[in-house]
């Protein structure tokens, strides 16, 4: 039996991470509406603490794209087919990654992450479970095209992008990243993504604002985040956490907002925030099928399949490839 290779190809992706961190956290708090992009959210501590976030009451997303996974798993490995390289885009799942690599014969596994640490901690128990499976974890930003590693060179690839992540980027951003999938994965590639659905509004505040404040805590985690990797001075304690759903939009809005008059630096620099002045950390955008289907015909990917849950509550969606290598 093959031996899994672990390689941590930081050679393969972007290594000035903290360089591109320092210029989005000072260009966004230099704004007049003050807002970060969400990708900041995953250090090691605010991947820990969206792992917890997954198990809570009210945040249905994972157990419902879970529970869509595990009943259809056997359309989904008839139609990816066998012998495709997985491209995880995000550390992978300790419930998710495994639904797939268990039905799908892979001939590799590339989870990309913008954490390293959490990148080799998630990979960890893979490995143990997956002996046979050449495995080659990348830390870098999948917003940027990435270069699988040459060991796998020359296989169709699988993208696979679960729990709804491109809901959090405005939808001409989540058309970009979707090309930019699209020319990693190369020629008749085929990508497997996870999307939330529009529903009540009551359901989906509190899935964003849980009664144990760990949303809170991932939200605000970000501050000190600043405050540790930036030399900032953020009085987090001077700072609530917000969830609110914009109906024109279609989206949840994750907000920092002020308690009181503040000042503080970062970097060097100082900023100021008035009492009730917010910074927007997040937006996790619904769709329907109609705007599914037209997000990602934007993006290079022709819909396949659509499987979704009983409740109607969430959708997995597997895609083709369109057209010619957009690298060329």
Known sequence: MATAALLIDEDLGDIGLGSQFRSDVLSGLSQARKAIPARWFYDHRGSELFEEITVLPEYYPTRTEVSILTEHCGEIAQAVGRGRVVVEFGAGSATKTPLLLDRIDAAGYVPIDISGDFLRESCAPLIARYPALPIHPVEADFNAPA??????????????????????????????????????????????????????????????????????????????????????????????????????????????????????????YCFAMASGETIHTENSHKYDERGATTLLLGGGWEPRCIWKDKEDRFMVILADALGPDLTA
């Open 147 to 268: 270069k699988i590693p040459q060991a796998l060179a020359g296989r169709d690839r699988l993208g696979f992008f679960p729990g709804s992540t491109i809901g959090n980027m405005e939808p001409a951003a989540a058309i970009d990243l979707l090309r930019t999938m699209r020319e990693t994965l190369g020629n008749g590639s085929m990508l497997l993504i996870g999307m939330d659905r529009i529903k009540a509004e009551s359901t989906l505040t509190a899935a964003y604002d849980d009664a144990m404040g760990v949303t809170a805590a991932f939200n605000l985690n970000l501050a000190h985040r600043i405050n540790r990797e930036l030399d900032g001075t953020i009085p987090a304690y001077a700072l609530r956490h917000r969830a609110v759903w914009n109906d024109e939009r279609a989206r949840i809005e994750m907000h920092l907002e002020a308690l009181q008059d503040i000042s503080f630096t970062v970097d060097g």
